[in-house]
Nanobody, 123 residues
């Protein structure tokens, strides 16, 4: 399974970005997709989760109300719409795929596949 992120960049505080994650190369489509992020010197943290079979979602408390995860099944792509960005959102953002099921799971260890990351910088 290959996961390719795009859409990162630099933005001023209060601005918006939309990240994309295109999935390919799988026999069985991942049941779940997640977004994680890692800032320099910090541990990787979960951002958002989506159940690809039914579109159920959940979010880390730090991004609730500001970020929205969604999917386009026809394009095998998951998106992360990020609004009201803050300086503390600055990090490398990673897309991940797994076979967890419909329950919310924001643990990185639950995911089997990872993208290479896309940098988001908020100033």
């Amino acid at each position: 399974v290959q996961l390719v992120e795009s859409g990162g960049g630099s933005v001023q505080a209060g601005g918006s970005l939309r990240l994309s994650c295109a999935a390919s190369g799988y026999t069985f489509r991942p049941h779940n997709m997640g977004w994680f992020r890692q800032a320099p010197g910090k541990e990787r943290e979960a951002v958002a989760f989506i159940y690809t079979g039914g579109a159920g979602t959940c979010y880390a408390d730090s991004v609730k109300g500001r970020f929205t995860i969604s999917q386009d099944n026809a394009k095998n792509t998951v998106y992360l719409q990020m609004n009201s960005l803050k300086a503390e959102d600055t990090a490398m953002y990673y897309c991940a795929g797994g076979y967890i099921g419909s329950r919310c799971d924001l643990a990185a260890t639950s995911y089997n596949y990872w993208g290479q990351g896309t940098q988001v910088t908020v100033s």
